[in-house]
């Protein structure tokens, strides 16, 4: 075990894991942070997207020890205009991908706040979604981005 | 009063007779069109905690103690364990318990696939419990792999006995029409690929199995535990709040779930056993691969004479003969016919529902051979399938069909392909194709629900049915509200538990909303029923609201029961639609972009517009998919699956999303219960393969056949269309 020392959501967190643990394990089962889910383990699907200092990162190839910044995990962002955008607009239906979703979309309107249809596409690329919501996350994405610059 | 009857039960096109009690159906159909809450589109009422994560989901619950258990499969295609050493697995660090083939339902000692479960273990990590699995020694027996389908059908290796129709003279009706056209297509194998993978968290409190899964029917998966492991039945509860996407592959418990139980009846602590994504597209099913060889006769004036179609499934080792038969058989009047479908037995993975299985492929052979025979006849593709309207289905009248009138809603759509032609350059070709739908989508009886109203005039819906994520949820309160009078906020759903609520069915075959929502219905109209008698009594006039009628019960309720009432005696009920769809084919790459999608369906009533829309683009999506990029492949030497992982196997992803414009011809049915609405979970998936390569053939004159329409395919499709060209023209061919 060698000592961990993480910023998730604005609290510090001091623990004891075996090098080599991903962070989605560590937010999962050592912080309970469930809202970010595993889908495929490898990479591939962004189900357990969360950001570090602000860039999206593939939280299950990511090692935790490896993390040098603050984590933002969906629990962090459930405040985010983005989550009432997403439920308006119907961008949910399983909803085993969508904290990922969220996580992406967050970091692509912080970046660009008025993102367009391209850059929403560029920029979800990687977080599939077996149910097909992509319409509605594209709609829930352009919906809430001038209320985001409003904010500024 | 109670009546008990003999009713026909469908699901996924198959059926059965069973006896069911159910109750008298007085209540009368609402009218058509949008009311007050039904029929307006409603955000889900758990969205919110499915996008803030807080949903917790089959792969988040966390129970103390709990252990994770791993599965160690066969590598080979056909195998049986000669002798097994489970020793040195439980020798290694936090292993608890092991277990081989037969020591828990779905262990195997004769793997007939590769990826077959045939041993397990739990141990503290999951981690360790993989360690351990690399410790078991396995002896193994290898045995005769057969992979070909048509070499199975040959050698009478089936899963059944041929499944085989017959109406009229085929063989006359051939010889006497002035067209006949002839092709054979291929569907490939593709898989689910659900985000939350295959699981299963299993405790025993006392003598009573506690079950967390992600499944598509809580009821099911309690019948067969408890009839597998010799319990009763109400000593297995069954626990699904939240499920991470099925799409017809969660139908049952399965080995994981056997495995889980028994780890943790030896181990006395609660077991996780969860596929990987790599089990998951290994051993979880998939849509089986279909060869179809398919005849079509018409006369000059249109009129389709004869069909006849030899269809193979490739089922694997186990699995059914899903009904690729019966777009053929049901979506065009013909009066000659003949069909056969072969279950070929393979040793590659069990097949398992998909979404619609047997009339997405289907209906991918029959569109595209019926765009062949307008091509021949020249005849307008949209003219040809008006003109073999069929108004029975083999004799039996429809419950409701109104394909007529997508038709005429898809004309507009049809009438830009002379526009999108126009659109066409060096490169890029473009076309439009259309594509007709039907499929199942009725429900059935038994199904039932409760509905609480209390003092506050809020209510609940108690009934334990599951929403696999297709809003279910919603609508069920959507409907409840509508019937009590009540805002939508002011109405819960509490659902996901066997221990809490009646028995509801399943959700498969598009049957969810026609299954429980009139039995929601009518607890609700009973609940109201018991609201207005207490209205009466205290003489307050008409129109006094619930929360000030039932406000002097204090902690009293409001409690109504309903059931769902059985379908129309001598109807099919059957769902119907139509898509248009532009292509653009690049015929230098091969690269084929779907670039609209004009679907038109017909499922009776809509309860929720916005829900309905996302299923329709969600079932595209997936058609997109099937269509053009996904495969499941296999190393033809040894069986083993190639395409385990989410970057071998290509998903649609949001970049890959045409315009798509969703219209429903929404007139309830008015034969089927007292709501009128059938299920829509799977029609829009099925038309798309067919309307996708239709379109392609308009755009290019290539004939796509295979699918999927990988690149290769196209340019493959779009050489031998040159080549047919050149030997028209009568130029020599190319070398």
């Known amino acids: 075990m060698t000592e961990l020392r993480l910023r998730v959501n604005g609290s510090e967190h001091v623990l004891d894991v075996p090098v080599g643990t991903g962070l989605a394990h560590v937010l999962r089962d050592e912080l309970g942070l469930t809202g970010t889910k595993i889908a495929c383990n490898e990479g591939h699907c962004g189900a357990c997207t969360v950001q570090i200092d602000g860039e999206p990162r593939l939280s299950c ?92 | ?71 160690l499969r066969s590598p080979h295609a056909h195998a049986r364990v000669r002798r097994i050493d489970l020793a040195p697995a439980l020798a290694l660090p936090g292993v608890r318990a092991a277990l081989g083939p037969g020591e828990a339902h779905g262990l195997v000692e004769e793997a007939g696939f590769a990826g077959a479960p045939v041993a397990a273990v739990a141990a503290e990590t999951f981690g360790q419990a993989r360690a351990a699995l690399a410790a078991i020694d396995v002896e193994w027996e290898e045995l005769e792999v057969v992979l070909d389908a048509d070499e199975a059908v040959r050698r009478g290796l089936l899963t059944a006995g041929p499944r085989r129709h017959e109406r009229g003279d085929v063989e006359r009706a051939l010889a006497e029409a002035d067209v006949v056209v002839e092709a054979t297509y291929r569907t490939q194998t593709v898989l689910h690929n659900s985000l939350e993978t295959h699981q299963a968290v299993c405790e025993w409190l006392g003598d009573t199995l506690h079950v967390y899964i992600s499944t598509q029917f809580i009821w099911g998966v309690r019948q067969e535990i408890a009839e597998t492991l010799g319990l009763p039945e109400d000593k297995v509860r069954v626990v699904c709040e939240f499920m991470g996407g099925g799409f017809g592959s969660k139908n049952n418990p399965d080995e994981y779930t056997f495995v889980a139980a028994e780890l943790a009846r030896r181990t006395g602590r609660p077991v996780r056993c969860a596929l990987t994504r790599r089990e998951e597209n290994t051993a979880a099913g998939n849509r089986n691969a279909t060869i179809q060889r398919l005849r079509a006769g018409a006369r000059s004036d249109g009129t389709i004479v ?54 997405v492929e289907g209906t991918f052979g029959l569109e595209c051979l019926v765009d062949e025979l307008a091509a021949r006849l020249d005849v307008d593709p949209l003219e040809l399938r008006r003109r073999n309207y069929a108004d029975s289905n083999e004799g039996t009248p429809f419950s409701s069909k109104n394909l007529a009138e997508c038709y005429r809603l898809a004309e507009r759509h049809w009438e830009r392909r002379h526009e999108v032609h126009a659109r066409s350059d060096a490169v890029w070709k473009r076309g439009v194709g259309m594509a007709s739908q039907i499929w199942y989508g009725g429900g059935g009886p038994p199904s039932y629900a409760w509905v609480r109203v209390g003092s506050d005039g809020r209510a609940t819906v108690i009934t334990a049915m599951q929403d696999i994520g297709t809003g279910t949820r919603t609508a069920m309160a959507q409907i409840a509200a509508e019937e009590l009078g009540l805002p939508l906020e002011r109405v819960e759903v509490v659902l996901g538990d066997s221990a809490r609520g009646p028995y509801a069915s399943i959700s498969a075959g598009s049957s969810t909303t026609p299954s429980m929502g009139p039995a929601v219905r009518a607890a609700a109209a009973d609940a109201r029923q018991q609201i207005d008698d207490i209205a009466e009594q205290r003489s307050l006039p008409a129109g006094t609201p619930v929360e000030d009628i039932v406000a002097v019960l204090e902690d009293g309720q409001i409690l109504g029961k309903g059931a769902r009432g059985p379908n129309p005696t001598g109807m099919s009920v059957l769902t119907f639609g139509v898509h248009v769809v532009e292509v653009a084919v690049d015929v230098e790459t091969g690269e084929v972009r779907v670039e609209r999608v004009a679907a038109i369906h017909d499922v009776g009533r809509i309860v929720n517009p916005l829900g309905a829309s996302s299923q329709v683009e969600g079932g595209i999506i997936q058609g ?48 089927l219960t007292n709501l009128g609405s059938k299920g829509l979970g799977e029609p829009p998936i099925v038309p798309v393969a067919a309307a996708i390569a239709n379109a392609i053939r308009d755009a290019t004159g290539a004939e796509v056949r295979e699918l999927p329409i990988s690149r290769e395919e196209m340019l493959r499709a779009l050489e031998a269309a040159r080549a047919q060209e050149r030997g028209r023209r009568g130029a020599p061919a190319a070398v």
């Not at chain 2, 758990?46 to 989901?57: K, L, M, N, S």
């Not at chain 2, 053009?628 to 999303?657: C, F, K, Q, W």
């Open chain 1, 61 to 152: 190839i990511t090692l935790a020890h490896a993390v040098d910044g603050e984590v933002t995990t969906i629990e962090g962002l459930r405040d985010h205009p983005l989550v009432d955008a997403f439920v308006r607009c119907d961008a949910v239906q399983c909803g085993f991908c969508t904290p990922g979703q969220v996580v992406s979309a967050a970091a692509l309107v912080a970046a660009r706040p008025s993102p367009t249809r391209e850059e929403i596409r560029h920029a979800l690329a990687g977080n599939l979604c077996r149910c097909g919501t992509y319409p509605k996350i594209e709609e829930a994405i352009l919906s809430v981005a001038p209320s985001v610059e409003k904010g500024r």
């Open chain 2, 1 to 71: 009063m109670a009546r008990l009857i003999r009713t026909e039960k469908e699901v996924e096109g198959r059926f059965e007779e069973v006896w069911v009690v159910v109750e008298e159906d007085p209540l009368e159909q609402w009218p058509a069109g949008p009311l007050t809450v039904v029929g307006r589109p409603a955000p889900r009422k758990d969205a919110p905690e499915r996008v803030r994560g807080e949903a917790r989901f089959t792969a988040d619950i966390r129970l103390p103690g709990m252990l994770q258990a791993a599965i």
């Open chain 2, 306 to 359: 004869a069909l006849e179609g030899e269809f193979t499934n490739a089922v694997g080792w186990s699995g059914w003969n899903a009904s690729t038969e019966g777009p053929m058989r049901m979506l065009y009047a013909c009066d000659n016919l003949r069909t056969v479908t072969y279950g070929a037995r393979l040793n590659t993975p069990p097949m398992k529902a998909f979404r619609a299985p047997g009339f």
């Open chain 2, 624 to 671: 997109i998919g099937h269509t053009l990029s996904e495969e499941r492949l296999l190393d033809p030497a040894t069986g083993r699956i190639l395409t385990t992982s989410l970057d071998a196997y290509r998903m649609p992803t949001i970049a890959d999303v045409p315009e798509i414009v969703c219209e429903f011809v929404d007139v309830p049915d008015e034969h």
